[in-house]
């Protein structure tokens, strides 16, 4: 278990095998909360082996710098998690970007958690890892993450159609950016 960083509140987690337990929890409990904009998963996904194995995988990802997958818990305590919040689909080189994705319990909604959360892992996205662009791709009836991403300044750059497979049909997103004006590529080179 891997403490990468702490916010005000929080702690950030990497994503790890030994976290399993608490991962497979937070999603068991917000299942509902989740699936008008999550994938749907047979009821075996639900276990703790199988999240044994996704946490493996991420894990690997991580190890490859390829994601940042992150558990954040309440500072000094590991019972529930409150966010997951991940960098995905990590490029290097000359575009040093990431694409967003985040979810909070749902009995901390509008309690400050998720941007704690998401301002954590911005911060340690363009100060650590040197990251110029985050893309949040969300689903145009998702009002509230639409709100949520506009409030933390990305701005929209439109429509991604056909996005994700979801539920039968090929769903559209729009697709959101923030980038870090502050980047120097020099010291990359």
């Known amino acids: 278990m891997k403490q990468l960083f702490a916010t005000e509140r929080l702690d950030a987690y990497i994503i790890s095998r030994s976290l399993a ?104 996205a363009f100060g650590q890892l040197g990251l110029h662009r985050i893309e949040a791709h969300i689903q145009q009836n998702n009002s509230a993450s639409l709100a949520f991403a506009e409030h933390l300044g990305f701005q929209a750059e439109g429509m991604a159609k056909g996005y994700l497979y979801r539920d039968g049909e090929w769903v559209d997103h729009l697709r959101l950016s923030l980038l870090n004006e502050c980047l120097d590529m020099r010291s990359f080179s």
Do not use: C
């Not at 493996?56 to 966010?83: C, G, N, S």
């Open 21 to 124: 337990g608490p991962y497979l929890a937070y999603e068991k409990r917000n299942r509902e909360l989740f699936r008008p904009y999550s994938i749907a998963q047979k009821e075996s996904y639900y276990t703790l082996g199988s999240f044994q194995d996704v946490a493996d995988r991420q894990f690997t990802l991580y190890e490859e710098h390829r994601m940042l997958p992150l558990l954040f818990f309440e500072k000094d305590k590991r019972k529930h998690v409150i966010a997951l919040v991940s960098l995905n689909q990590l490029v290097w080189g000359p575009f040093r970007s990431g694409k967003l994705s985040y979810s909070v319990d749902g009995d901390k909604l509008r309690q400050g958690y998720g941007t704690e959360a998401v301002k954590g892992i911005i911060d340690y």
